[in-house]
């Protein structure tokens, strides 16, 4: 325990950062997906804390997530009642927790390092897009959406040329002092100086905000910002009507198949999201701490229990949220548990403060986060890796820039794969020409897939030629191969060529020879 607190310096900042960065989230995801307001906060509370006490990982941060919001919607529109969408939510802890024990935490093992880097910058790109339109005050989406085809018909691009139409100033000039502060605080004159490196840059940030937004309502009035352009928190007047806001499920809906459905549609995806989520996460840890997967399966399907039996949202490990907890300089998971303390403090009693925060303040935040996610030299760093690494990072990127997260992570895995067997392709054969001597080396494992190049080299071959065909180093042939070979070795006689194999007597692997008269 004495570990955790003596990072107190360093993760009490940081959970202040992922406090500004979740609330908006939550309420904007909880909005976006049809469901009560306070539905996120809650999600925020319990991925906080719960999630974060159980949870092997020392920087991701779980809440909901935007990944689930299309699941979530349809959910609550095909069940009608939100008592048993909340049912469907503790089902699919359920099932995560015994995707945990059967050890399921192993498949985001396979997903590329390209991939996950790529969908990294992915989500730097569109915390920049997404959120420019609140930078400026056009807030006709709702905050925390990550997906490029939007429910009102527009686009991530089209939404950004929408907003120019729709500029209001004071949004605009809290914004560009907001990124100033932000830009200003990662200087090297703050970094030196012992007090202020200890005080949060988003939390000046919103200060600022809140401040310049309340002189514009008492000295002009006409410029001030709408309340729509504020943080929008269901206020309770007293302890009684603060506990209203939590929901139960209904278990008389535990027969009902479209439960069942929503549960497993549920488990599944918000278990791959946080697969990759602590993948994404592991990545950007300064210190490489590897989290262990099946342990965050088990707190993720605990947490969704407990937030599904109180009236939250499923939850997932996040990327935009575990990001600015590592950018705040967290180093243990006191940051994420504090963060959920504090979020269940704020909304408990400082909810009217909390409305006063302009929407464009925290647009700075998260733009600010996504441009250290999505940095050029990462991109540099990429390039110069080769195309096997830099092709699976871009179409990754762009994947996810014009679908969504999930379909995106698929895509680039299928282009990742590709390039991997395009590599072991080339690498499994080696071909050498010298003056009609020809050797065809067979390394590690040849498999159906080294076929047509086999062939084409052998047919290559000219009349009264040399071949040496060295299978020493090969772990495995394929049958095919061999077959390949076979039938070159019957016509060989025919051009008059010389065949030599060599075969390593110390493994084990198909016969390569089945004829004696074609040795």
């Known amino acids: ?56 990982s020392q920087l991701s941060v779980s809440g909901p997530a935007a990944g689930l919001t299309v699941i979530v919607a349809a959910g609550i529109l095909k069940l009608q009642v939100y008592e048993a969408f909340l049912l469907a939510v503790v089902i699919a802890g359920i099932l995560q927790l015994i995707l945990g024990f059967l050890k399921a935490g192993v498949i985001g093992d396979y997903v590329p390092n390209s991939v996950i880097k790529g969908m990294l910058a992915a989500i730097g790109l569109i915390l920049i897009l997404k959120q420019f339109p609140h930078l400026v005050g056009y807030d006709a989406d709702f905050v925390g959406d990550e997906t490029f085809a939007q429910g009102d018909t527009k686009n991530t691009f089209s939404e950004m040329f929408q ?181 269940l403090l704020c909304v408990m009693f400082i909810p009217l403060f909390l409305n006063k925060i302009p929407l464009s303040a925290l647009a700075a935040i998260l733009i600010f986060t996504g441009y250290k996610l999505a940095k050029i030299s990462l991109f540099k760093e990429f390039y110069r890796k080769g195309w096997d690494q830099f092709v699976p990072f871009v179409v990754t990127i762009l994947a996810i820039l014009l679908t969504d997260l999930l379909i995106g992570i698929i895509v680039g895995i299928f282009v990742g794969l590709f390039f991997m067997v395009r590599s072991n392709f080339r690498s499994s054969v080696l071909v050498v020409n010298d003056q009609n001597n020809f050797l065809i080396r067979l390394r590690k494992d040849v498999s159906f897939l080294n076929k047509p190049i086999i062939k084409q080299k052998l047919e290559e071959v000219t009349q009264n030629a040399f071949v040496m065909i060295d299978a020493t180093r090969a772990d495995f042939i394929d049958k095919d191969v061999i077959d390949e070979v076979n039938n070159f070795l019957c016509h060989a006689h025919l051009k008059n060529i010389r065949v030599e194999i060599k075969k390593n007597p110390y493994k084990t692997m198909h016969r390569l020879i089945n004829e004696p008269q074609t040795i």
Request: proline share 5%; net charge positive.
């Open 163 to 343: 907003a120019i139409g729709f500029i209001t100033p004071a949004a605009v000039i809290i914004g560009a002092v907001s990124l100033l502060i932000l830009i200003f605080w990662e200087s090297k004159w703050i970094k030196q100086n012992k007090v202020l490196k200890l005080v949060p840059g988003p939390l000046i940030v919103v200060l600022a905000g809140v401040l310049i937004s309340e002189y514009l309502k008492s000295s002009n009035p006409s410029l001030a910002l709408e309340t729509k352009h504020l943080v929008s928190l269901p206020v309770a007047n007293d302890i009684g009507s603060f506990f209203s806001f939590f929901t139960f499920p209904d278990i008389r809906f535990l027969n009902n198949p479209d439960v069942w459905i929503t549960a497993g549609t549920l488990a599944i995806v918000a278990s791959l999201e946080t697969l990759l989520g602590i993948e994404a996460v592991d990545n950007l840890d300064p210190l490489k701490r590897v989290t262990p997967t099946n342990r965050e399966l088990k707190a993720q399907g605990i947490g969704n229990i407990v937030s599904g039996l109180i009236g939250g949202l499923p939850l997932t490990s996040v990327v935009v949220r575990s990001s600015a907890n590592v950018s705040a300089g967290a180093k243990t998971k006191v940051s994420t548990i504090m963060h959920g303390v504090l979020l």
């Open 1 to 56: 325990m004495k570990k955790y607190f003596q990072h107190a310096g360093s993760d009490l900042p940081a959970s202040i950062v992922v406090l500004l960065v979740a609330l908006p989230l939550c309420l904007g995801i909880a909005l976006g997906s049809g469901a009560p307001l306070f539905s996120g906060i809650i999600a925020g509370i319990v991925g906080g804390t719960v999630i974060g006490l159980l949870s092997g």
